[in-house]
């Protein structure tokens, strides 16, 4: 009782993610002074970190890069709450984008408990399969475990600080998921445990360089731009004024072109109905 206590206590101070635990005012336990989400933005990830995938097979982490972007995802599989919560909001999300696992995009899920076992990540391999719907998930999203060293190497790389908890036997961590491009570099950060299938679509075609995206797409990311800060997209006020300044242009052209066809139609009837004089000084008309 008094493990999953503190477990809970730990999820719900962390449930917020990294921007809420810098800008607490009330003092932080000691643990959760440990722990971190910080944006490398550009940054690259170690691509020759060895883990050993959910079949057991030892792989390098550059395996999963190449072709696509790829959603990363840290989280330690006998988590009791917040994981479970980052990797469900992460389904949901998803689902929600209108992209595709394996057709646009790859995830990988790193376990940063290095007791966690491949027996573990086939397990829960098999819940997010089943939750995403989509049995051909199975073939692009991965489930690695590894030693510390290498788990390490990678939540440096993207500035993912957590802490082992003795008492409850459980570690202290952030909650939030990074996009990388196809070669490996960190292109963006969501934070909280609930993210948006707009903003994990917008996420995903500028990490690919828009090689999935739509025209629609387009003017979604000329309106929206990503506030690093929030770690979301918001509106782009500036491009929202722009565009009016241009329709209010184009409205006065318009207007002013309706103006001058108005005038013209209406000197055409006046010169009809006026009467001409003929040459021998009789009227016509």
Same mark, same amino acid.
């Given at each position: %009782?008094?493990?999953?206590?503190?477990?809970?206590?730990?999820?719900?101070?962390?449930?917020?993610?990294? +921007?809420?635990?810098?800008? *607490?005012?009330?003092?932080?336990?000691?643990?959760?002074?440990?722990?971190?989400?910080? $944006?490398?933005?550009? =940054?690259?990830?170690?691509?020759?970190?060895?883990?050993? @995938?959910?079949?057991?097979?030892?792989?390098?982490?550059?395996?999963?890069?190449?072709? $696509?972007?790829?959603?990363? &995802?840290?989280?330690?599989?006998?988590?009791? %709450?917040?994981?479970?919560?980052?990797?469900?909001?992460?389904?949901?999300?998803? !689902? =929600?984008?209108?992209?595709?696992?394996?057709?646009?995009?790859?995830?990988?899920?790193?376990?940063?408990? +290095?007791? @966690?076992?491949?027996? %573990?990540?086939?397990?829960?391999?098999?819940?997010?399969?089943?939750?995403?719907?989509?049995? !051909?998930?199975?073939?692009?999203?991965?489930?690695?475990?590894?030693?510390?060293?290498? /788990?390490?190497?990678?939540? $440096?790389? /993207?500035?993912?600080?957590?802490?082992?908890?003795?008492?409850? @036997?459980?570690?202290?961590?952030?909650?939030?998921?990074? &996009?990388?491009? +196809?070669?490996?570099?960190?292109?963006?950060?969501?934070?909280?445990?609930?993210?948006?299938?707009?903003?994990?679509?917008?996420?995903?075609?500028?990490?690919?360089?828009?090689? /999935?995206?739509?025209?629609? @797409? $387009?003017?979604?990311?000329?309106?929206?731009?990503?506030?690093?800060?929030?770690?979301?997209?918001?509106?782009?006020?500036?491009?929202?004024?722009?565009?009016?300044?241009?329709?209010?242009? /184009?409205?006065?052209?318009?207007?002013?072109?309706?103006?001058?066809?108005? =005038? !013209?139609? !209406?000197?055409?009837?006046?010169?009809?109905?006026?009467?001409?004089?003929? *040459?021998?000084?009789?009227?016509?008309?």
């Amino acid at each position: %009782m008094r493990r999953a206590g503190v477990s809970v206590l730990i999820g719900c101070m962390l449930l917020a993610g990294a +921007p809420a635990l810098s800008s *607490a005012a009330a003092p932080l336990p000691p643990i959760l002074t440990k722990v971190t989400f910080e $944006q490398r933005l550009n =940054e690259s990830v170690p691509l020759d970190a060895a883990f050993h @995938d959910e079949d057991g097979h030892e792989v390098k982490l550059g395996k999963y890069f190449g072709a $696509q972007p790829v959603v990363l &995802v840290m989280a330690y599989y006998r988590c009791p %709450m917040l994981c479970t919560q980052v990797l469900n909001g992460l389904v949901e999300g998803l !689902r =929600e984008s209108g992209l595709t696992i394996g057709k646009d995009f790859r995830v990988v899920t790193i376990s940063f408990d +290095p007791s @966690d076992s491949p027996r %573990m990540a086939v397990a829960k391999k098999a819940n997010y399969v089943r939750a995403y719907a989509d049995p !051909r998930a199975a073939a692009d999203w991965h489930f690695l475990t590894g030693t510390k060293e290498s /788990i390490d190497r990678v939540a $440096q790389a /993207i500035g993912f600080r957590y802490a082992y908890d003795e008492a409850s @036997d459980q570690y202290a961590h952030a909650a939030g998921i990074v &996009v990388l491009t +196809p070669g490996g570099k960190i292109s963006r950060y969501f934070y909280d445990v609930h993210y948006s299938g707009r903003d994990l679509r917008l996420g995903l075609v500028e990490a690919s360089q828009n090689r /999935i995206g739509t025209a629609i @797409d $387009q003017v979604l990311l000329f309106c929206f731009h990503y506030d690093p800060t929030a770690g979301r997209y918001g509106a782009a006020v500036m491009n929202f004024v722009r565009v009016g300044g241009v329709l209010t242009v /184009i409205g006065l052209l318009v207007f002013y072109m309706a103006l001058m066809r108005g =005038e !013209r139609r !209406r000197r055409g009837l006046l010169a009809a109905a006026v009467p001409v004089v003929r *040459a021998n000084g009789e009227l016509t008309g």
